[in-house]
């Protein structure tokens, strides 16, 4: 639907609200200039301003409800978190970076908004992450409509909540814009995208960053997507295009965005220099429409305030700022040791015996996928807040052909059948975006729901780095616990295919296990698989489940179905083979290699202890070192490239911390420093087979 509003001055509202809106603004940019003044006396270390943005924020604030909406507000939204209810005082412990700041606890920049019973959802600094967020907080919203009980278990939800999110007319060139509006777009989210348009993306004039120069008029072909446009400069303009953004998404039509031309009189931050840029001429066109001035004087020409009466609101103000200021200044700041807190969830722990849970077997032997799929089909049936999507992950995109169809379930079926049982509210295709699917999660899981996504192949991950590394590895630690994104992204990995080439068997397990904030899990067995999916699941952290996909199927590790409450806790390794002679340290599927190789060296009288690792994040070290302490020599084993890979770090810590019990120099065997190619002649090549592995333990036996 294609919508563009005329907008007509009517809205109605009182002197008291109308001086309230010019308190808000005046406070917002007075902060700023004390902000400023701090940061130039060095008592401070960062500074961007809400400056010229204070109309348009205060105006959207008042169409909505704290503590029952949504935010994810951008950098420049100081006045909007005023008008929601965030203190000046507030504001400026986070500037001083105070062990009080509610936002972080000095642990971010300022302006990096957080107040957990407002619901202003930590923000970072990548410009459109926050996007995709919403969307998600968004779809938790449309979620909760469908799935009562779920709702029932959420901290806060109400049917006609709204999620705001803002953005400048910069970060509308991000994917994550476009990818938001897609998915938003068709699903009729309730999201309010506010692109705040002040020309520039620090030095980038609008015409030179958006084609066309204008982000309304481009996004209009979007179906449900109200757009609206104004003058965000002007208060009442603003106010009354918000009232309808805000209303369109509150009655569930579909998401809006509302695109206020805005100015930013004191540059980009204070690192930055407008004139190097901007003509006179231009600085002087953007100084005439300041909305602060240009209220102050709509107040006074339309007789609304006395000259006397807003220069006591100032003064109100200007003595909150200046009290406030010194106690800020005075704040404790956060003790050193306080930083290794809440990278994890301090409540639950993963690798406690709490997530020891025997198995009860039942059935025939099943392979990986099966009992991945068994995994998921238990904690969906047990927990109504588990949600599944992915690239295909649905039987049938169109539901109502279910009945006549088999059943996609993913690209190996892993997902099979989940759509069919728990219908399409709680396992469904998502588009074509992998940045979409963890940003998503990322925002379901922070309103409390399960998210359990498939990246359908790990060489297809990149796109969600940014999700990965600055969100969702992040949220908990930068926002001191008022936020977290428990979820698990499963993503089968890995070569030994025989044909999968560069973009079908890539590993690369190192690049996340070296995240702080992560959990990391590769399992080599169908009954490890099950156990520690479950774990990932039930725990409180956002995990990766890395799942060979060359072992899915295979016979040699299967496993009867070992109940719906079996569980492994992270963090522990699986002796698989006990021997004197060396030790192999390995995981995923190297392990089977492994026992191929020991089995042969057997014969040759070497006897080989092989550990299969299974949780890379935490990793079992007592095990190893108990392991490499018995023999005495010690070979790391794994899949991805040797150099900087994960067998690196384990290889290090070993010769670091177990020198004295070594006998041999540590040893690693990995794939070779170069890409998985088609040719399986080429591909045996490149990565480890049983002959290398024999060959490198017998060398090493004997060293
Ligand atoms: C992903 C990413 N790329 C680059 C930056 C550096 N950066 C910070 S703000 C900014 C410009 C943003 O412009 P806009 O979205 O128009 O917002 P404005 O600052 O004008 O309000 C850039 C490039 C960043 N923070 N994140």
Redesign the pocket.
């Known amino acids: 639907m294609v919508t563009t509003i005329e907008l007509q001055r009517s809205a109605k509202l009182s002197k008291e609200v109308m001086a309230n809106v010019y308190r808000t603004m005046y406070l917002s940019r007075r902060l700023d200039d004390k902000e400023i003044q701090l940061k130039r006396q060095n008592k401070t270390f960062f500074q961007?301003s809400g400056a010229g943005?204070e109309a348009i924020n205060v105006a959207v604030a008042l169409h909505l409800r704290p503590g029952y909406d949504w935010f994810y507000p951008?950098?420049?939204d100081r006045a909007l978190c005023l008008q929601l209810g965030v203190s000046a005082h507030e504001l400026l412990l986070a500037a001083v970076g105070a062990k009080d700041d509610a936002t972080s606890a000095g642990r971010q920049m300022p302006s990096h908004w957080g107040y957990k019973k407002l619901h202003i959802v930590s923000q970072s600094?990548?410009?459109?992450?926050q996007i995709l967020q919403a969307a998600g907080a968004a779809d938790a919203s449309r979620y909760f409509s469908a799935i009562r009980e779920a709702a029932e278990l959420a901290s806060s939800f109400h049917a006609d909540e709204v999620v705001y999110v803002s953005?400048?007319?910069?970060?509308?060139s991000?994917g994550e814009f476009w990818e938001s509006l897609n998915g938003a777009a068709n699903v009729k989210a309730p999201l309010l995208y506010v692109v705040?348009?002040?020309g520039?993306?620090?030095s980038?004039p609008?015409d030179v960053?958006t084609a066309g120069g204008n982000i309304s008029r481009l996004v209009r072909g979007f179906p449900d997507l109200l757009t609206i446009e104004c003058d965000g400069t002007d208060f009442l303009q603003s106010y009354e295009a918000a009232g309808r953004a805000v209303e369109y998404c509150r009655s569930r039509r579909g998401p809006a965005l509302l695109h206020a031309h805005v100015v930013?009189p004191y540059s980009?931050?204070l690192s930055d220099d407008e004139r190097a840029y901007k003509t006179e001429e231009v600085r002087r066109e953007e100084a005439a429409r300041d909305p602060l001035a240009r209220w102050a004087k709509h107040l006074l020409d339309q007789g609304l305030l006395t000259e006397k009466e807003l220069k006591e609101i100032e003064a109100g103000a200007d003595r909150e700022i200046r009290e406030t200021a010194d106690r800020a200044l005075s704040a404790e700041p956060p003790a050193r040791d306080s930083v290794l807190l809440y990278l994890y969830s301090p409540t639950v722990d993963p690798t406690s015996e709490h997530f020891d849970h025997p198995a009860r077997f039942t059935g025939e032997p099943k392979t990986m996928v099966d009992l991945i799929n068994a995994c998921l089909n238990d904690e969906m049936a047990r927990d109504p807040r588990v949600v599944v999507f992915g690239e295909d992950v649905a039987d049938c995109g169109h539901e109502e052909d279910l009945p006549r169809v088999k059943g996609k379930g993913g690209v190996f079926k892993v997902t099979h059948g989940l759509q069919r049982r728990f219908g399409s509210a709680r396992c469904y295709d998502s588009p074509l975006g992998e940045a979409g699917i963890v940003g998503r999660a990322i925002g379901m899981a922070t309103r409390g729901l399960k998210p359990v996504v498939e990246i359908q192949f790990f060489d297809y991950i990149w796109p969600a780095m940014?999700q990965i590394r600055n969100e969702m590895g992040v949220l908990r630690w930068r926002s001191h616990n008022n936020f977290a994104c428990p979820m698990v992204i499963r993503v089968p990995i890995g070569g030994y295919l025989a044909g999968g080439a560069i973009y079908h068997s890539q590993s690369g397990e190192s690049i996340f296990t070296h995240l702080p904030g992560i959990r990391v899990v590769m399992p080599s067995t169908a009954l490890d698989a099950n156990g520690l999916l479950r774990t990932a699941i039930r725990s409180d952290d956002p995990v990766l489940f890395l799942e060979p996909k060359h072992l899915y199927r295979q016979t040699h590790n299967r496993s009867p179905h070992p109940g719906p409450d079996y569980m492994i806790p992270l963090g522990k390794a699986k002796l698989v083979c006990e021997g004197a002679d060396l030790t192999i340290v390995t995981y995923g599927a190297l392990v089977v290699r492994s026992l191929q190789a020991a089995q042969k060296l057997e014969a040759e009288g070497v006897r080989t202890e092989v550990l299969d690792l299974r949780s890379l994040q935490p990793y079992d070290w007592e095990l190893i070192a108990a392991s490499i302490k018995k023999t005495n020599r010690a070979l790391v084993l794994y899949e991805d490239h040797l150099s900087f890979g994960y067998g690196a770090e384990i290889a290090a810590r070993i010769a670091d911390e177990l020198f004295e019990y070594l006998d041999a120099p540590v040893r690693r065997l990995a794939g070779k420093d170069v890409y998985v190619p088609y040719h399986p002649r080429l591909e045996e090549a490149v990565l480890p087979q049983v002959g290398d592995i024999q060959q490198a333990a017998r060398e090493l036996a004997f060293y």
Not at 167 to 172: E, H, P, Q, Y
């Open positions: 961007i943005h951008y950098y420049r600094s990548p410009t459109g992450t953005l400048g007319d910069g970060a509308t991000e705040e348009d002040n520039y993306a620090i980038v609008v960053q930013r980009h931050s940014m």
